[in-house]
């Protein structure tokens, strides 16, 4: 009695090696596009938990704590800083001498493929400040003292793969331009912490 052959042929081999590569080729689109999004949930989580433990330091150490935003380019503030950072640190402004003074220091960097894209907080600095009751002085907030129009302030985010949308780019945060964010296809790549309120409340756009 004739034993059937075992294992497989060397054409049945190749037809598995090409249904394969096939297979892995349309799956690795979708595999980074995941890996690029969950480095863009990272930053906007590191965005948030900075907000809060300044915060959270300003009432513990009873003292005033800011957080400051260095966009891709290292503004908005007059003095530049380290590119997509945040620092947090005692004193009214995070840079220079000020920085350098601070008895308390922290610098957080966002992941490598993730960029701040804009800051808009306040009167444009890129820096929010807590007082030692852990709220937003309204003084700080424009030289009349007045409370300016909610939000109180923005940060964008963006992966860097990401195509520029001018409608997102553009200042302020409207309804619209929130629509945009939250939207998977006009706005991917695009995402946002809002700071509502005097108190430091914050959500996430996205």
């Known amino acids: 009695m004739k034993r059937a052959p075992i294992g497989v042929s060397l054409p049945e081999l190749l037809i598995t090696v090409i ?109 929010c400040t807590f007082s030692s009751q852990g709220s937003i002085p309204v003084q700080s907030l424009s030289s009349q003292g007045s409370i300016p129009v909610q939000p109180l302030g923005t940060i964008y985010l963006r992966r860097t793969s990401a195509p520029l949308v001018p409608a997102i780019e553009a200042g302020g945060l409207t309804p619209a331009q929130e629509n945009l964010i939250a939207s998977p296809d006009q706005g991917a790549g695009y995402s946002a912490v809002v700071i509502s309120t005097l108190l430091g409340k914050i959500r996430s756009i996205r």
């Open 19 to 127: 249904i394969a590569g096939i297979l892995a080729t349309l799956a690795l689109p979708n595999i980074g596009a995941q890996i690029e999004n969950q480095s863009l949930k990272e930053g906007q989580q590191r965005v948030q938990q900075a907000l809060r433990d300044a915060r959270q330091l300003a009432i513990t150490q009873t003292r005033t704590i800011s957080v400051q935003f260095f966009d891709f380019n290292g503004g908005p503030a007059t003095t530049l800083g380290p590119p997509n950072t945040i620092r947090i640190c005692e004193a009214t402004s995070c840079t220079g001498a000020a920085w350098a003074a601070s008895p308390f220091q922290q610098e957080i960097t966002l992941p490598q493929s993730i960029e701040i894209r804009r800051v808009s907080i306040f009167d444009g600095s890129g820096i």
